[in-house]
């Protein structure tokens, strides 16, 4: 699996261009731009489609990736949002177990440190996670309600999907 990193600047038309290699080749990650322009990039899963706990910082100034500490829980297909305090709230995925994981941690930038969450009442995967106004964060559908949508062909039921699938 490759493991190439590109960066895409819209002046002009818009010009991709090489940036650093990831240090771990991954895909169905998360990448998620902290507040000290760094970019936090977590779990997945590798070529021998092993879920990923990993996390790397890539610094776009510098062009380098550097390793920070692993999560509790490898996890791919899950939801990384930035929080109002510039912590990482890491929701759900497909899990080690090879089932969605209702599991959830937050990072904290500031120290290289995962904290163990509140867990989902229900396992998720492929689902959203959207910060709130009001700082609470909305997660919503995942693989088998996504479906459901597309096969109903209705856009009216996407209010329903906010909750259990």
């Known amino acids: 699996m490759p493991q190439y990193a590109y960066s895409f600047t819209c002046a002009g038309g818009g010009v991709w261009s090489n ?14 731009k902290l507040t000290n322009g760094q970019v936090l990039v977590a779990g997945g899963y590798n070529d021998g489609i092993e879920n990923l706990a990993t996390g790397e910082l890539y610094d776009p100034a510098t062009d380098t990736c550097t390793t920070t500490n692993n999560m509790h829980q490898s996890r791919d297909t899950h939801t990384a949002t930035l929080l109002a305090d510039g912590k990482v709230l890491v929701v759900g995925g497909y899990g080690s177990n090879m089932t969605s994981t209702a599991s959830c941690e937050i990072y904290d930038p500031l120290t290289g440190n995962w904290t163990i969450a509140a867990n989902l009442n229900t396992g998720r995967y492929n689902h959203t996670a959207t910060l709130l106004n009001d700082g609470t964060v909305l997660v919503a559908g995942d693989l088998i309600a996504i479906r459901a949508v597309y096969l109903a062909a209705s856009f009216t039921t996407l209010s329903l999907i906010i909750g259990p699938p």
Do not use: I
């Open 19 to 32: 940036r650093k290699n990831l240090n771990q080749a991954r895909c169905a990650h998360t990448a998620t």
